[in-house]
């Protein structure tokens, strides 16, 4: 089994500021880890990275100018025979999922995973899996903070995790 922590909306710009303890502890037995962008200290990336060798990425739309030069907007990232779309979402929170599901129309993706509206989702749509982590240091939007964890093996499997 592969398992991926997923993060989003992290929205640290201060280098004082830290990743919550309980997603450190986390992502330290994961695969892989996905950041859905709002990043903003590319800083966060490189401790993601001691935790994790193999750090994907996206920009939001709260990133820098350098971020979003570094960082695509839209990756698709393959684990085994299933294809997860990644991309930050834009607009209101209520039509995001529909939003990125036009985003990712044409790539046959199993998986769509996105940020922005700080708001957890984790629920199947004709087939494909939506899977929005929520935001670990954010609550706007949100009831509470939280971050994911995919669990690929025989089928995609999300699972939010609150903080």
Do not use: W
């Amino acid at each position: 089994m592969t398992r991926i922590g997923v993060i989003s909306d992290t929205h640290i710009s201060n280098k004082q500021d830290e990743l919550p303890a309980k997603i450190i502890a986390a992502f330290k037995a994961v695969d892989m880890i996905i950041h859905c962008g709002d990043i903003l200290d590319l800083g966060v990336l490189d401790k993601l990275r001691q935790l994790c060798p193999d750090v994907r990425a996206v920009a939001g739309n709260m990133d820098s100018a350098e971020t979003k030069e570094i960082l695509p907007e839209k990756e698709i990232i393959t684990v085994g025979k299933y294809k997860i779309g990644v991309a930050h979402g834009y607009g209101h929170p209520a039509g995001l999922a529909g939003a990125m599901e036009k985003i990712f129309k044409a790539d046959a993706v199993d998986a769509i995973v996105f940020g922005h509206s700080h708001t957890p989702l984790n629920e199947r749509r004709k087939g494909i899996l939506f899977f929005n982590p929520g935001s670990p240091t954010d609550k706007v939007f949100a009831p509470f903070n939280s971050y994911g964890i995919l669990e690929i093996n025989d089928r995609i499997k999300g699972k939010i995790i609150k903080i």
